[in-house]
């Protein structure tokens, strides 16, 4: 026995487990690509072994802990992230077992209290004709393995027996002749899905749209169309007026009500709000039901198929459903008592209701495409006397009772809403905990003084390569923003004189937001928005935005809208990474938006369910309405409403608000503004148009001035937003911070070097950074008038001024500090700029709008840059090995050696920032869409990253996997994890991340090369290395 438990808590064993639960997860997200979500949970995540692989990693980590004696106190760090995993995966368990997920549906002046719930049961209900028994159980089937069902049903001092005859995934009924058939007619209507084939039998009724249609059953209902059989033929007798077309000459024909008419093929019928078309009418027929296509796309019912079995007697019942979906219910007799039953979502009453006041659904002007939708609610809890007004929307959830509503959907006559409801108060809460102290015990893990990274740090200052290796990491992080611009020739002398700009950048306008603001500021926001740039063509954003109001027909046609997914260009056939405002419509249509369907599509799916490639079909969408908004003139809200109580400012397609002695002003200054405009690019004389400029500042000082910001403050505005101070100091803050901390490193490892004069410059200069950057925040909050930590940008940068001050507090403990904390500001002010090239001009507001997002980003892409520096540093050390003579070996070895632990905290570091990065993205999850955990290929592929780099940190502890040749080789071909989590999943597999979409893009030829070359040096170091090692031990 304490063999067997050896083996269990032993290293080699968890090393296993890590690396079978890495490839079973990630064969998973292919599983799901190729046969949809339901099929992988099926096969892999929902199924029993893999909760049993869980509990086995649960069980190995938590007799470690004693194993390894993680208990002592110089081991304290080290037990708190491992412990916390544990309450994870118990969290986890919670979720999984009594967490509840579901969707409400509510209509405008409706109150609900029910909601469909996301997993499907199999329901049952007895009726003796006294009383009604109900049972439930959770099931969802495997149609990859007959996992069978046995239910013993107890009432009334009675019992039957149910079991499962026959599981039919995607099912769909094909007709087949039978001599001892029934009549049958096959009939074709559009349904949700597009056409839909519809069997009406002899004997049953069958509800097709919004009518029923009623073959001989016996009973005749006044409300539905019948159909009857004779010598003759197939009639029907409709209680409403019905017509037909022919499908020869489409000549229509109106048929009276109540009057026998033929029910005849190559006729489209219409009955009400229902057309038909007949397929075939069968004299003899039965149907069968049949699988449909295993695929990701499939939009048909299961069926499932089931024997009841009661006094000896059975009766089969045949009934529709699925995961997410409300089962079709169906009912046998047998021996006076009513078996009905049903598979699908089930119904679950919550203890309050909500009831929807209103549903807003804004769109674009003139434009189809919603911005943003949200529900007007009123929560009526009646056991604490409680009526209160909310409003959900995105990223504003309601929390109540333990149940959290977000919204998720709308119906399609935009009179309802739907609303994801999550129920896991204390899964969430235990998991958080589980979160909470990973993070803490990581990071407390830093500075321990026994923890294994202040180990290496202690071996580290004895090296000689440490310069080196930092210099690389500065190249690297350097490089992960190095983005290289994209301009199209154009000389900007020949174009909107730059002074004319600045002046037009001056002038006031109200944003979509209700802020009173200088035009230069808007501008600034729109370009970024479209193109992803500060600049555009080498214009400044005042000549852009100026050129894109004055002269609308030629910018249509400039290529200036960014695009990413390939797919989307293709579809609208670009080559770039830019396209025009024209590249949108479809001539050959009649002027039509090509984007129309794939935006209601996108806008349709619930937030957790949109695809990266929905996803950048919003982004782009908005870009498009925006520049269509700057177009028309929407924008261009600059003229004050005199007396208007409400000191509203409006735009030009609001002239008649004003006064007739303004409403002349306002409606042609700005066409003649513009036309100035042509004339000065033309002419070069801008006179004409300063002076138009004159009247329109004129008239908002005379109407507007109650809210207009004074002079000081806008130049001060305008000077902030061209300065762009924290844009500039991430690199200048990189820098400093990078050579500072080799200078220090150097002189740590050699004290004849000395360095201070430069360190004191250094120093110097962060400190003119960081009163740079207290001015930046400074202006700033006076700019905006509230502190600037309100939302994710301005936290970014207040984190990075925060983290600055740190290290200026302990300058004369330690400089190494201060360089460090000026590397991590400059991450931090990294980020901070990829949230500022994303402003948020409309108002929408998306999921993606969230300070948890941002600190998710943040950490993540931290910690691609150690990964990757850790992949290098591996292939050199293999390379080294190659390089190794007798001559050379011991000077080699040393370095090796020296540059693989300091490799050993790069990937520490790393591993311990993509770890808190993944679940701070989980945490981001359940705050928008109340799941912090679904299982996406992203977040999926994320977690197999973070496996596969605890396995390559514990190697040390692994017999045969000790040696620094593993090691190394481990470090570099382990970032193919990454590569696959931030390349492959975007382009190879179909998720709520990936971009994928059609057939996956083919791989660039070079990677194959890059491989080849990888493995090549690896066979050839590991050659080396074992002959060595055999020479060794033989001497």
């Known amino acids: 026995m304490r063999k067997f438990f050896d083996f269990l808590f032993s290293m080699q064993f968890a090393g296993t487990l890590m690396l079978v639960f890495a490839g079973v997860i990630g064969a998973a997200t292919f599983v799901e690509n190729d046969l949809g979500t339901l099929a992988a949970r099926i096969i892999v995540y929902d199924s029993h072994w893999f909760e049993g692989l869980l509990l086995l990693l649960s069980i190995s980590m938590f007799g470690s802990i004693f194993k390894y004696k993680l208990y002592q106190r110089k081991k304290h760090t080290v037990l708190i992230f491992h412990i916390s995993f544990i309450i994870i995966l118990i969290g986890s368990a919670i979720t999984r077992y009594i967490g509840e997920e579901g969707n409400m549906r509510i209509r405008e002046g409706e109150a609900s209290n029910q909601i469909i719930s996301q997993q499907s049961y199999i329901q049952v209900s007895v009726n003796n004709g006294v009383n009604r028994y109900n049972y439930s159980d959770k099931k969802l089937f495997n149609p990859y393995k007959n996992s069978g069902y046995d239910k013993t049903l107890h009432f009334n001092n009675e019992s039957s027996h149910i079991s499962l005859v026959r599981f039919v995934p995607n099912a769909a009924e094909t007709i087949v002749e039978d001599p001892t058939g029934k009549p049958i007619i096959s009939v074709v209507t559009m349904g949700r899905n597009g056409q839909e084939a519809r069997f009406i039998r002899k004997g049953e009724s069958v509800l097709i749209g919004t009518v029923y249609f009623s073959f001989e059953t016996g009973n005749i209902n006044p409300t539905h169309v019948q159909i009857v059989q004779n010598a003759d033929g197939y009639f029907f007798i409709s209680p409403f007026e019905a017509s037909y077309t022919e499908m020869t000459n489409q000549s229509k024909i109106v048929l009276e009500a109540n009057t026998m008419q033929p029910f005849e093929p190559m006729k489209l019928y219409s009955f009400g709000g229902t057309s038909l078309v007949i397929q075939k009418i069968y004299d003899r027929a039965s149907t069968r039901l049949v699988a449909g296509p295993a695929s990701k796309d499939a939009n048909y019912n299961d069926a499932v198929i089931f024997n009841i079995s009661y006094h000896d007697k059975n009766e089969q019942v045949t009934v529709f459903g699925g995961q997410g979906a409300m089962g079709e219910a169906n009912s046998v007799k047998i021996d006076g008592i009513e078996f009905t039953m049903s598979y699908g979502s089930k119904i679950i009453n919550v203890p309050f209701s909500l009831y929807l006041r209103d549903f807003q659904l804004d769109r674009y002007p003139g434009s189809m495409s919603p911005s943003s939708f949200a529900s007007e609610v009123t929560l009526i809890d009646k056991r604490n006397n409680i009526e209160e007004p909310r409003r959900i929307f995105m990223n504003n959830v309601l929390n109540y009772d333990g149940y959290r509503f977000f919204q998720s959907s709308y119906d399609q006559d935009e009179k309802g809403t739907i609303l994801s409801v999550n129920h896991d108060r204390w899964g969430t809460f235990v998991t958080y905990i ?279 403050k806008t130049n001060i505005e305008v000077t902030y937003n061209n300065l762009n101070i924290f844009k500039r100091l991430f690199p200048f803050y990189s820098l400093v911070g990078f050579i500072m901390l080799i200078l220090l490193f150097a002189g740590v490892m050699n004290p004849k070097y000395k360095f201070e004069k430069i360190i004191k410059i250094g120093i110097i200069l962060i400190i003119i950074g960081f009163a740079f950057q207290t001015i930046g925040l400074g202006v700033r909050w006076y700019i905006s008038g509230h502190a600037p930590w309100s939302n994710g940008y301005e936290s970014m940068i207040y984190i990075a001024w925060a983290t600055v001050l740190s290290g200026l507090l302990f300058i004369k403990k330690s400089k190494i500090t201060v360089a460090t904390t000026a590397i991590l500001a400059s991450l931090t002010l990294m980020v901070a700029n990829m949230s500022w090239m994303d402003p948020e001009i409309t108002n929408l507001v998306p999921v993606l709008k969230s300070y948890w997002l941002v600190i998710h980003v943040a950490v993540i892409t931290a910690s691609y840059s150690f990964l990757a520096i850790g992949a290098l540093l591996g292939f050199l050390n293999l390379v080294m090995m190659i390089l190794k003579n007798p001559r050379n070996k011991d000077r080699i070895n040393a370095t090796i050696k020296e540059l693989t632990n300091i490799n050993e905290m790069n990937l520490i570091i790393g591993g311990f920032l993509l770890t808190i990065g993944t679940f701070l993205g989980a945490v981001w999850a359940n705050e928008s869409w109340g799941r912090y955990w679904g299982w996406d290929p992203k977040e999926t592929w994320a977690l197999v990253t973070v496996v596969v780099y605890a396995f390559i940190v514990h190697m040390r502890l692994t017999p045969g996997l000790k040696g620094t040749y593993a090691f190394n080789f481990g470090a570099l071909i382990s970032f193919s994890s990454v590569l696959m989590t931030y390349f492959g999943v975007n382009y190879y597999l179909s998720g709520m991340h990936s971009y994928a979409k059609g057939d996956p893009v083919p791989v660039p030829v070079f990677v194959y090369y890059t491989v080849a070359v990888i493995f090549a040096v690896s066979i050839w170091a590991y050659v080396k290395e074992n002959k060595q090692n055999i020479k060794i031990k033989s001497e």
């Open 434 to 712: 589980g979160y909470f102290i990973m993070a803490l015990g990581m990071i407390l893990n830093f500075f321990h003084k026994d923890s294994r990274f202040r180990h290496l740090m202690r071996l580290s200052a004895n090296t000689k390569n440490t310069g080196i290796v930092l210099l690389l990491i500065t190249v690297g992080i350097l490089n992960t923003n190095n983005v290289q611009a994209q301009y199209l020739n154009i000389d900007p002398t020949n174009y909107i004189d730059a002074s004319h700009a600045k002046d037009f950048g001056q002038l006031m306008v109200l944003d979509q937001k209700g802020r009173i603001e200088p035009i230069n500021t808007l501008s600034s926001e729109i370009v970024r928005k479209v193109t992803k740039k500060g600049t555009f063509m080498g214009l400044s954003s005042d000549q852009v935005f100026l050129g894109m109001l004055a002269d609308p027909g030629s910018w249509q046609s400039v290529p200036m809208i960014k695009v990413s997914d390939s797919e989307l260009k293709r579809m609208l056939g670009v080559r770039g990474s830019l396209a025009s405002f024209n590249d949108f419509i479809d001539y050959n249509k009649g002027g039509s938006y090509k984007l129309s369907g794939y935006v209601d599509a996108a806008y349709k799916k619930k937030p957790a369910g949109r695809t990266g490639f929905d996803k950048e079909i919003i982004k782009v969408d908005e870009r498009v309405n925006i520049c269509y908004m700057v177009y028309s003139g929407d924008f261009m809200n600059i003229f004050p409403l005199k007396d208007d109580k409400n000191n509203g400012w409006y735009a030009v397609g609001d002239s008649l608000k004003f006064a007739p002695e303004d409403r002349a002003f306002v409606k042609n200054v700005l066409p003649m503004y513009y036309g100035a405009i042509l004339k000065g690019i033309q002419s070069g004389n801008w006179n004409e148009a300063s002076q138009s400029l004159t009247y329109i500042k004129t008239f908002q000082e005379k109407f507007g001035s109650q809210i207009l910001p004074s002079k000081t």
